[in-house]
């Protein structure tokens, strides 16, 4: 014990401070290697130059803040001073937020708010399930978190094993409980035992085969929970951001993105408001007929939206991305002129088939959509420094550092970094 306090104490040393209180982020340096398994870090891997990680920093400074109470450890690391920790962990962009507990590390892929990443790291410090052993704390969990998935029952079986492996390898995502019979129906209207069931926006669904399993091989379990939690995880109608589309896609399902434009202050026009509503209500209204085979969401950055269909759409928009082939949808009516009934059709259209579909993930399309990232981040740089894009023009070397500096720092939602690069190299 006292070995291990020295040992932390020396950690704490080693580390240049930012500041003196431990309620600020930590400058980390190349020793963090050494002692990343005495506690548990989350850390941002970082670049002076990277403008992502800019606006990324008063973030942490606020989620270190929050954790302060807490046994995790909040840093930060410039990759640039030390090159030798990209090499050893597997950072391939900046910002790179990682976690680490043990010897384990974890990659971080959610939203960068604070309370995304104060949840992560709160949920990653804890076991992958926890036990529920009072009736008030099921109140507690339904105010604190937007989502939970339950387990009720006696801990054993089947579902018991696969709900422990489901949660072990979902814990980045999502929060899981166990909790008793007794527990459990002073909430939730159980019929069968053992129960799993999520809980969010103040409803609850179960897992259609907790009561069945006993009649389904344990592989068939297994791959239905984890397809169900992996649906289950995200909200009926949520933010989407450059960082989270990439999780919604691996629902295989059609995204249906209400596509508006926010404001410097989040503020969306009235019109443009009405839109999303009415989108949303499609969803809220109508979850029986789409929940399983579409999953709804709203971009308040139209660059994103402007990133997959590849042009410059005007807001608001419904765009529908098919999450398998990628290939995306758009509306032949005008959006304002859409009604809950001309969704309908819309969807329906793509669910059988007929609607015609555009882009899609073939060489032709991702050597376009690369000229078209390109194109857009050299107009966004003229915008904002028109001098340093002639200078960089007028140098042979402009253009690479510009792809480098796409690949490095831009969060290309369409394809995994590596074929960002490959991508860029065929443009070249
Ligand atoms: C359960 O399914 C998941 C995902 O479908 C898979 O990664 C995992 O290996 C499976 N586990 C077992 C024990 O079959
Ligand atoms: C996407 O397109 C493929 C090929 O057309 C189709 O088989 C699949 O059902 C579509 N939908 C989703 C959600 O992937
Ligand atoms: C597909 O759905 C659309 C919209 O409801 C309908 O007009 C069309 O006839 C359907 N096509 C097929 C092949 O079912």
């Not at 579409?294 to 950055?301: E, L, R, T």
């Not at 032709?364 to 420094?385: C, H, I, M, P, Q």
């Not at 490095?408 to 939602?413: K, L, S």
Request: glycine share 4%; charged share 20%.
């Amino acid at each position: 014990m006292n070995k291990n306090l020295i040992k932390l104490a020396i950690i704490l040393l080693s580390a240049i401070f930012s500041s003196a209180s431990s309620a600020r982020v930590l400058e980390l340096s190349d020793r963090f290697l050494e002692f990343k398994h005495e506690s548990q870090w989350l850390v941002m891997f970082y670049a002076p130059w990277c403008g992502y990680c800019k606006k990324t920093e008063p973030v942490f400074n606020l989620v270190s803040q929050a954790l302060h109470s807490t046994n995790i450890r909040v840093g930060r690391l410039d990759c640039t001073k030390y090159p030798s920790v990209t090499k050893a962990l597997p950072i391939k962009g900046y910002p790179t937020i990682m976690f680490f507990k043990g010897n384990q590390e974890f990659m971080y892929s959610g939203d960068r708010t604070k309370e995304d990443l104060v949840d992560y790291s709160l949920r990653m410090s804890s076991p992958a399930i926890q036990l529920v052993t009072r009736v008030e704390s099921i109140d507690m969990l339904k105010t604190s978190h937007k989502s939970f998935f339950l387990f009720v029952g006696e801990q054993i079986g089947t579902v018991w094993t696969t709900f422990f492996d489901v949660a072990e390898g979902f814990q980045e995502h999502g929060f899981f409980y166990a909790t008793s019979e007794e527990i459990a129906t002073q909430h939730f209207d159980i019929e069968h035992l053992p129960a799993v069931l999520v809980h969010k926006e103040e409803n609850h669904y179960f897992y259609p085969h907790a009561h069945k399993a006993h009649e389904m091989t344990s592989s068939e379990v297994n791959k239905t929970m984890n397809q169900w939690v992996n649906n289950e995880r995200f909200l009926t109608f949520p933010k989407i951001t450059r960082f989270n589309i990439r999780e919604l896609m691996s629902t295989k399902k059609y995204l249906v993105l209400a596509v508006v434009e926010e404001d410097k202050l989040s503020q969306v026009a009235t019109h443009e408001l009405e839109f999303r509503d009415m989108v949303e209500e499609v969803i809220r209204k109508y979850r029986h007929r789409y929940h399983d085979h579409f999953q709804f969401g709203w971009i308040g950055d139209p660059g994103i939206a402007h990133s997959i269909v590849m042009d410059n759409l005007p807001t608001p928009h419904l765009i529908v991305i098919n999450s398998t082939t990628q290939h995306h949808h758009i509306p032949d009516d005008e959006p304002m002129q859409m009604t809950i009934n001309s969704i309908h059709i819309f969807l329906e259209s793509i669910h059988n088939q007929s609607a015609i579909a555009y882009g899609g993930d073939s060489f032709a399309v991702r050597a376009y959509r690369s000229y078209f990232e390109t194109k857009k981040g050299l107009v966004e740089l003229w915008k904002g420094n028109p001098v340093l894009t002639s200078v960089l023009f007028g140098l042979p070397m402009g253009f690479l550092s510009l792809i480098l500096y796409g690949c490095f720092c831009a969060d290309c939602m369409d394809a995994p970094e590596e074929e960002d690069e490959d991508d860029h190299e065929k443009t070249e």
